[in-house]
């Protein structure tokens, strides 16, 4: 993948249920990862629960493994109760905030432009990096229009954003059919997506940002898939989801197979 160094993130979604079991997990990740040289290795983030973040990372601290928020709220501060800031998210110590789920997009009714106004209260944050989800559903898929909507889910999303700003942008391509199915798209499948949204990237942002920046592929990944998909010359790295919640299968996916 053309001098572009893989990330590997795992999407906790609304799990575990308590603290401990959080820990738990967090230590045997620390664990796997003590030994290794992160530095030459892909990139590694995990996604907790906000009130987890902390634990996360003092917890993996030595490890080289970052951590991140699976979302941030549309305010800065004030009346807002129950809303979480970007400005908080950063002076914790994490420096990603995924945004575009399509479990937000969908459950939550999060539209582009929300996407977009959140995208820029993270880059207000000097140290946080974005990734940003885009991704067809099964319908937009079977319909040919796979890339008429992240099309326009990347032009939405990234809008107004600056140069340097995009330098702290990965790309998460989910397909929506993918995500939670156990139905992983064909590494051809992943390939030719990583393709339509490198080149429109291209299109927007010019050809030497779209050669640098990171896609990931994210949809039922799994030790067993890991590794197919990760030879495709345009798959940078995979968002991982249910299989990020042991840390035997993470660290495999991280590891290859
Ligand atoms: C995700 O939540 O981003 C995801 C890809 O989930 P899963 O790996 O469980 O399909």
Redesign the pocket.
């Known amino acids: 993948s053309q001098n572009r160094r893989p990330i590997i993130a795992g999407?906790w979604?609304l799990n575990p249920a308590t603290i401990s079991e959080a820990e738990n997990l967090l230590k045997l990740i620390s664990g796997n990862f003590k030994n290794h040289r992160t530095l030459d290795g892909p990139e590694i983030v995990v996604f907790p629960p906000f009130p987890y973040l902390t634990t996360a990372i003092n917890e993996l601290d030595g490890t080289g493994i970052k951590v991140g928020a699976q979302n941030v709220g549309l305010e800065t501060k004030g009346a807002f109760t129950g809303e979480v800031a970007a400005s908080m998210i950063s002076s914790l110590g994490a420096s990603y905030v995924m945004l575009g789920?399509?479990?937000r997009r969908t459950l939550y009714k999060e539209s582009d432009s929300d996407i977009n106004a959140k995208v820029h209260l993270c880059m207000e944050q000097p140290n946080l990096n974005v990734i940003l989800?885009v991704g067809e559903t099964e319908e937009e898929y079977e319909s040919g229009l796979l890339k008429s909507v992240v099309d326009l889910q990347l032009k939405k999303g990234l809008m107004g954003l600056k140069k340097e700003d995009l330098k702290r942008i990965v790309v998460?391509y989910?397909p929506v059919w993918?995500?939670?199915?156990g139905k992983v798209a064909t590494s051809e499948q992943a390939q030719s997506a990583h393709i339509a949204v490198r080149g429109t990237l291209s299109d927007l942002f010019g050809v030497e940002y779209a050669n640098e920046v990171k896609i990931q592929y994210?949809?039922?990944?799994s030790p067993a898939s890991i590794d197919e998909l990760m030879q495709m010359p345009d798959v940078d790295g995979a968002?991982?989801?249910?299989?990020?919640l042991t840390a035997d299968s993470f660290t495999r996916i991280v590891d290859g197979g």
């Open positions: 999407n979604k789920h399509s479990e989800c998460a989910e993918a995500i939670g199915t994210g949809g039922s990944v968002l991982v989801g249910g299989a990020s």
